[in-house]
């Protein structure tokens, strides 16, 4: 892969989406719509459904749930997160506030018996729950800290770490009278990744895509546009010999970047072009029409996309 020019990608860039594969779209939606308090979009069927925050609409989906054939195999609770492929360590829902943050803890303490509770943690730039779905998806939710109160360490570095989170403190800050609902301007604030290569992914999502680098941890980078504190990040955990990601496994089909930019958009397109990178498309997604599909190093899928 020859780097001919150098391309930085729109600074408005956000994960826009996550289309999930599962074994059973009721199953999920008992999770997110019924537990987590997303919004289903339209009808749902047995096949697929849109998930969004409160109020929502087509263009706006967060989760695009869609059912799988895996010859009737069911998934049962910690079975995915042991296999070693690359692909979704989590997707990370950015709700708009602490206040939020401790609403949904409360939420999610009351209905403990029904979650794959992992933990919690405090990362400087922000505050985190972790959850497993029912395919055994690592879901983090978090609210970030503000921008004044990141530790920068570079012009686009930041300082990230793992401390303990409060969790009385937090669930003291709960409304007592609650209604929980995936609140409006809830976004998808980043998506963590599985790969076999930290040096080939960050060539990838720096060089290729034209994010930032903005932290390093041991195993991990961390990417972002603009001056944000990571919208991509990667990790080695499973070790080097991993397969591939493929889009018929249960886990991550595939995340969606809003350039936000028809220019940008372009521009990308022609770096793809350029660098040789095959480009897909996907004619069965009617929503975002503007758009094509790219592969990582680690055949990871990507829709870019402008709206």
Excluded at 257 to 265: G, P, Q, R, T, Y
Aim: glycine share 6%.
């Amino acid at each position: 892969m020859k780097f001919t020019k150098s391309f930085e990608i729109s600074p408005g860039m956000s994960v826009a989406n996550v289309k999930l594969n599962v074994y059973s779209v009721e199953r999920s939606l008992s999770f997110y719509r019924d537990i987590l308090g997303f919004q289903l979009i339209g009808k749902s069927s047995d096949e697929s459904a849109f998930l969004s925050a409160i109020g929502s609409n087509n263009k706006n989906y967060l989760l695009h749930l869609s059912r799988i054939d895996k010859g009737n195999k069911v998934i049962e609770e910690g079975e995915q997160s042991i296999i070693r492929k690359a692909g979704l360590y989590h997707f990370a829902i950015l709700l708009p506030s602490r206040r939020h943050l401790a609403n949904i803890f409360k939420h999610l303490t009351e209905n403990s018996n029904q979650l794959s509770f992992e933990g919690a943690a405090d990362h400087a730039v922000s505050e985190s729950l972790y959850l497993r779905d029912p395919d055994s998806n690592g879901v983090e939710i978090y609210r970030d800290r503000h921008p004044s109160d990141w530790k920068r360490t570079g012009q686009f570095q930041i300082e990230m770490k793992t401390h303990h989170l409060n969790l009385k403190q937090l669930l003291k800050e709960a409304e007592d009278q609650l209604d929980w609902h995936m609140p409006a301007d809830t976004v998808i604030g980043h998506i963590h990744l599985h790969v076999s290569d930290l040096t080939k992914s960050s060539n990838f999502y720096s060089k290729v895509l034209g994010l930032h680098h903005t932290c390093s941890h041991p195993g991990a980078n961390f990417f972002a546009a603009d001056s944000y504190h990571h919208h991509i990040a990667t990790n080695t955990w499973l070790g080097h010999d991993i397969a591939n990601a493929g889009s018929t496994q249960y886990g991550l089909d595939h995340f969606s970047l809003n350039l936000k930019s028809k220019e940008n958009f372009e521009e990308l397109l022609s770096q793809m072009k350029r660098m040789k990178i095959e480009v897909l498309t996907d004619n069965s997604n009617n929503i975002n029409k503007k758009s094509f599909f790219i592969l990582d190093s680690d055949k990871i899928k990507i829709q870019i996309y402008y709206q």
